[in-house]
């Protein structure tokens, strides 16, 4: 269930490093590294599917954009989103993540739409490619990794048509999947291990959490709309819930690992346990919870 606010989404990542509570990747030779994130933003996409489509509806376009340039683009979630949303769009999709391409180019095989995706693999922080001049950017959860975001917001205004829109679409901290009052021999567990885990993040990417309105304007941008979207999935027994929460908190774990006490690990990794009683997928108080907000800027 959605309950929209006025004054947000996937999900994309980073063009230099992926999204959002996914952590950071500018390590792409490690393979390992990119098959979990990869794992984490596809159940992202397919479990917060309906908010992130109710994000594309809202966008104040003043006109159906033809070219779209999704920054951070991920697995794909935004782009596909934005595809649907936008039939005579083609969007081009950038990240610097060749394994996320892949499956972003996947994925839009599969629904016949990869004649409208153009990929392009890009560390914007170091080079900013040729994006042609689009009428609408879509960045989610990817400006906050930016090393000088002021610079990127110029670069897209620049880049930008005129009259057209950027969407910044950010995250409020890590989400959590149970009540606070579990579990019961730990409650509160989770909750703790995204405070861990927000901790290295609040350390490297200070510009996490920001009110982008002020930054969009100094820009040159002119701030049309905000908008803030509570997710709130309850008492869920959906499979792909449990297995978004389940590798979720997988790459929580060894940031958490060295804050929590003995007994509250032992409890986090019987939930961790994907075949043991105790497992989170076997839990029926499972859920997801979040924040996410937009700014909708027309230059």
Known sequence: M?????????????????????????DHA?????????????LDAEVLAEHLAALTDWLPVA????????????????????????????????????????RLRAKACARGV???????QADLDTAWPDLGSPDLVWASASMHHMADPARTLRQVH??????????????????SFLPADAPREAPGLLERCRAAGDRPHAAHLPHRGADWGPMLTTAGFTVEAERTMTVSIENSRSEAVGRYA???????????????????????????????????????????????????ARR
């Open 2 to 26: 959605t309950h929209p606010t006025p004054h947000t989404a996937h999900h994309g990542a980073h063009p230099t490093q992926a999204a959002h509570q996914h952590g950071h990747s500018s």
């Open 30 to 42: 490690q393979a390992p590294h990119d098959a979990d994130q990869t794992e984490v933003l596809d």
């Open 63 to 102: 006109a159906a954009p033809r070219h779209i340039v999704d920054l951070g683009a991920g697995t794909g979630a935004g782009t596909l989103a934005l595809l649907a949303r936008f039939p005579d769009a083609y969007v081009t999709a950038v990240d610097s993540s060749p394994v996320h391409l892949s």
């Open 114 to 120: 990869d004649d409208r995706v153009r990929t392009v």
């Open 158 to 175: 620049g880049a930008l048509a005129p009259g057209a829109l950027f969407a910044v679409v950010e995250l409020a901290g890590l989400p």
């Open 246 to 296: 389940l590798a979720s908190l997988r790459r929580m774990r060894p940031a958490a690992a060295a804050e929590l006490s003995a007994d509250d690990l032992a409890v986090l990794d019987r939930l961790l346990d994907a075949h043991g009683p105790d497992s989170i997928l076997r839990r029926e108080d499972l859920g997801v919870r979040t924040e996410r907000a937009v700014w909708a």
